[in-house]
């Protein structure tokens, strides 16, 4: 194991910013932490860096003891490079000492492979102050590969960027990313971003890692309903175990969980897990409609409930329209 | 565009001609007195007052500017603590006049004089502008960049070299700059310690000998001297500038065994530039006070503060004008008249009162000797920085706010006055307070061009001081610091910003 941390508390005074977090990432993989503002993410960063001491808890690197409440390794001798949020360029560097900084001098071969790896080969003498902020940020990201460190850790690196750029980025920091052979961890907020991007996504929460797996697993099994709905557009409907059932406002559905008879809770169904079928004797109606071009949010209303569901774009029903709701395959139940 | 209206041109125009008087009286004097000029120049005394004046301002540069420096990164980027309590003491000298600083000195160690005396008491009075100006610049420069060379092996000392240093470059470049035009420009701190450079050589030059000539080439090897410091910051500051925005963290280094050295390091400066002084002072006013003579005091007293409020206003009239001639009708002669203001922004006053002395000597003898003739000697040493503070509040009155004006009727120009001027009008009198209290503080301009009759706090100390009478100096400098340096202190943005930066 690459990365294992242990049972790691960080409090400032009486608030905890991280309480007993466990978290291992494996060599050659990019782990993304998922979650929302203030969860912590970007302290365990920093704890991760050795930026900053636990209050409690243990990290490994390498199964080597890196940090502790009484031990901590200086940031230099850990091996662990950085890319912040704000990518922090050296303002007074050009583009290809940025990149040199952490080499030994005479490393220009190394500069020069990593210059071509993110794309930037014309761009060597250039001062910070001149780039863009993708550009910035490949730089940054070259910086921290330069001395080949045990592992990368990405700080929001996507956050400052506009959509089109950010969704083009991501593939060529992953590409470069498995060029180098690097391991990395990714802090992020944003969802798709982490589903992606990585090989293990580890969800957080108050400063805990409340569930880790591949992104599928992730994606399709959340371990609580908070989960659930972070994770993705989710309708909750109250539901009854009865028969190995479901039993709900929108007919009876197979749970992937195990669940008790009788069992009383709430199913979380992801909008594009909604067929909707033209109808017109059908007993819901099409109240709204929002088109995104490759698909739509389409607003119906059943019987009992009103549910959002994701629809092909252009075949998507009218408003006016009478459809009949399928639910496609199993769903998370989560008993009460 | 509009065109200015009357009155701001011809203010304008009379300033930018009053900015040209000194270099072109001087230029005139050594034209005439070539030869006369060539050898006072080439006495061996004037390499002797030309190494004095490089090895001060070397010297006093470089001590200021590892003090200023080590403060700042003391107090913003370390554990060191009480960063606030810090910040305050490193920032208080500004609040002593320099010859004031020197006198308090000089009245506690009767030996305390020459070079090493000077050296001292300049690199404790300019060291506050490097702590200034550096502090600001670790303040918005973002820590993450240090963090990032840790993880890139450097250790917390090679950070410091490699990374932090060059951040802060610039703002430490134009600091030293300031630092080393001051300590060229002072006279009555290097007066006082009887230490001989150019400005105290032109007084004595001028005022034991009357030799115009004498004084005048070594005036304009001053003003050389001048030129060349600035030409040096121009040259070596860097084209680079830190443009990252405030930070939202402040990381800050660990500093371990070192901290109770750092700590006694800072608390020696504050005591030597802060301690001795009001200690000095206090003393020997408690000594002078059974002697004193308060009707004297409060002559003096009267008299500076006349002087430093009709000057203050002058001053005001002539900075708010060309101010809005640049800003609100920007025109080619305005920016003559903004340049040639400011081309004087370096120019030690002694060569200002010089000037102004010949010239009111030979060609205006109606004026010499005057009120008039001192505050517009005054007006050509503070314009430039009370253009550059009231530049600013002029400017920030959106452009929009006029347009919306004239079209609910109100008349062309009259807009400065409906809107204009009273939107930047705390931002103008905070700048003509700060000039007040600069003219205040003056010394060499008003040592040589005063009226007859005429008594200012400044000049009391002076000649007490001269006499060797430290009991009847003290009280008026320690007037000079509660009312004219205190409220500088105050009023100075600079250095409110970084005490309310550094604290948190």
Same mark, same amino acid.
């Given at each position: 194991m690459l990365l294992e941390i242990r049972n790691l508390s960080l409090s400032y005074g009486s608030q905890a910013v991280l309480t007993e977090l466990n978290l291992e990432a494996e060599q050659g993989q990019l782990t993304a932490v998922l979650g929302a503002s203030g969860a912590g993410k970007s302290t365990l960063l920093r704890l991760i860096a050795g930026f900053e001491a636990p209050t409690s808890g243990e990290i490994y690197i390498d199964s080597k003891l890196v940090s502790s409440a009484t031990e901590v390794l200086a940031p230099e001798k850990r091996g662990v490079g950085i890319v912040p949020q704000d990518s922090a360029l050296f303002s007074h560097l050009t583009v290809s000492q940025n990149i040199g900084f952490g080499l030994p001098k005479g490393s220009d071969a190394r500069v020069n492979e990593l210059l071509e790896l993110v794309g930037l080969a014309g761009f060597a003498n250039r001062k910070p102050a001149s780039l863009s902020g993708g550009q910035t940020q490949r730089v940054a990201l070259a910086r921290a590969l330069a001395p080949r460190p045990k592992l990368i850790l990405l700080d929001e690196p996507f956050s400052a960027l506009d959509a089109e750029l950010r969704g083009r980025l991501r593939e060529d920091v992953k590409a470069v990313l498995k060029a180098e052979n690097a391991s990395a961890i990714l802090v992020t907020h944003d969802q798709e971003e982490a589903l992606s991007l990585a090989d293990k996504v580890a969800v957080m929460r108050e400063g805990q890692v409340i569930q880790a797996g591949s992104p599928t697993e992730i994606y399709n099994e959340p371990v609580d309903l908070g989960i659930a709905t972070f994770l993705g557009d989710s309708i909750l409907v109250d539901g009854k175990v009865e028969n190995g059932k479901v039993s709900t406002d929108l007919g009876k559905l197979s749970a992937l969980n195990s669940v008790a008879e009788g069992q009383v809770g709430v199913v979380a169904i992801r909008s594009e897990n909604f067929y909707l079928q033209p109808n017109p004797s059908g007993d819901s109606e099409v109240i709204g409609r929002v088109f995104f071009g490759h698909d739509a949010v389409v607003e119906v209303q059943t019987p009992k409930v009103k549910i959002r569901a994701r629809s092909n774009g252009p075949f998507a029903p009218e408003v006016g329209m009478r459809v009949t709701v399928w639910v496609r395959g199993a769903v998370n139940f989560y008993p009460n | 565009?509009?065109?200015?209206?009357? +009155?701001?041109?011809?203010?304008?125009?009379?300033?930018?001609?009053?900015?040209?008087?000194?270099?072109?009286?001087?230029?005139?004097?050594?034209?005439?007195?070539?030869?006369?000029?060539?050898?006072?120049?080439?006495?061996?005394?004037?390499?002797?007052?030309?190494?004095?004046?490089?090895?001060?301002?070397?010297?006093?540069?470089?001590?200021?500017?590892?003090?200023?420096?080590?403060?700042?990164?003391?107090?913003?980027?370390?554990?060191?603590?009480?960063?606030?309590?810090?910040?305050?003491?490193?920032?208080?000298?500004?609040?002593?006049?320099? #010859?004031?600083?020197?006198?308090?000195?000089?009245?506690?160690?009767?030996?305390?004089?020459?070079?090493?005396?000077?050296? +001292?008491?300049?690199?404790?009075?300019?060291?506050? #502008?490097?702590?200034?100006?550096?502090?600001?610049?670790?303040?918005?420069?973002?820590?993450?960049?240090?963090?990032?060379?840790?993880?890139?092996?450097?250790?917390?000392?090679?950070?410091?070299?490699?990374?932090?240093?060059?951040?802060?470059?610039?703002?430490?470049?134009?600091?030293?700059?300031?630092?080393?035009?001051?300590?060229?420009?002072?006279?009555?701190?290097?007066?006082? +310690?009887?230490?001989?450079?150019?400005?105290?050589?032109?007084?004595?030059?001028?005022?034991?000998?009357?030799?115009?000539?004498?004084?005048?080439?070594?005036?304009?090897?001053?003003?050389?001297?001048?030129?060349?410091?600035?030409?040096?910051?121009?040259?070596?500051?860097?084209? #680079?500038?830190v443009t990252r925005p405030a930070s939202q963290k402040r990381v800050r280094i660990l500093l371990g065994k070192t901290k109770p050295l750092a700590a006694l390091g800072l608390l020696l400066v504050a005591f030597a530039g802060v301690g001795v002084p009001l200690y000095s002072l206090a003393n020997w006013s408690i000594i002078g006070s059974s002697t004193a003579d308060v009707s004297e005091i409060f002559e003096a007293l009267v008299g500076s503060v006349t002087l430093a409020a009709v000057a203050g206003v002058v001053i005001t009239v002539f900075a708010v004008a060309i101010a809005l001639w640049v800003v609100r009708y920007p025109t080619g002669l305005g920016r003559m008249v903004d340049y040639s203001v400011w081309a004087n922004h370096a120019l030690p006053a002694i060569v200002v009162a010089l000037a102004l002395v010949f010239l009111g000597a030979n060609l205006t003898p109606w004026l010499y000797q005057t009120t008039a003739l001192l505050v517009l000697a005054y007006l050509i040493l503070f314009l430039p920085n009370a253009l550059g503070t009231m530049a600013t509040p002029i400017a920030q009155v959106p452009k929009s706010l006029e347009d919306v004006a004239n079209s609910l009727g109100v008349k062309g120009n009259r807009s400065i006055f409906k809107v204009v001027l009273p939107i930047a009008a705390p931002g103008i009198l905070a700048g003509a307070a700060l000039v007040s209290l600069t003219v205040l503080k003056e010394l060499p301009a008003t040592l040589l061009l005063r009226p007859t009759g005429t008594e200012t706090l400044a000049l009391r100390l002076w000649m007490a001081t001269e006499e060797l009478a430290f009991s009847q100096a003290a009280p008026y400098a320690l007037l000079l610091v509660i009312l004219g340096g205190l409220p500088a202190l105050a009023l100075n943005t600079q250095a409110r910003k970084a005490l309310s930066e550094v604290g948190n």
């Open positions: - | 565009m509009r065109k200015p209206p009357a +009155l701001i041109a011809l203010l304008g125009v009379f300033a930018s001609l009053a900015a040209l008087v000194p270099l072109g009286y001087l230029l005139f004097r050594l034209g005439a007195g070539a030869d006369a000029a060539l050898t006072e120049l080439l006495r061996p005394r004037t390499l002797e007052l030309l190494l004095n004046t490089t090895l001060l301002v070397v010297s006093v540069t470089a001590t200021a500017l590892v003090i200023g420096f080590l403060q700042a990164w003391l107090t913003t980027r370390t554990n060191l603590g009480f960063g606030a309590v810090f910040a305050v003491l490193s920032t208080l000298p500004l609040a002593i006049p320099s #010859y004031v600083l020197a006198f308090s000195f000089t009245a506690s160690f009767p030996w305390f004089s020459g070079f090493w005396a000077s050296w +001292l008491v300049m690199s404790l009075a300019t060291s506050p #502008y490097v702590f200034l100006a550096v502090s600001a610049a670790l303040v918005r420069t973002d820590s993450s960049s240090e963090e990032v060379a840790r993880t890139l092996g450097l250790s917390k000392w090679q950070v410091l070299v490699r990374v932090t240093w060059p951040q802060v470059r610039p703002a430490a470049a134009a600091a030293s700059l300031l630092v080393a035009l001051y300590t060229l420009s002072e006279f009555g701190a290097v007066a006082i +310690l009887r230490f001989d450079t150019f400005t105290r050589a032109i007084y004595n030059a001028y005022r034991l000998s009357f030799d115009r000539t004498a004084a005048a080439a070594l005036a304009v090897v001053l003003v050389l001297l001048t030129l060349l410091v600035i030409w040096f910051e121009r040259r070596y500051r860097g084209d #680079y500038q």
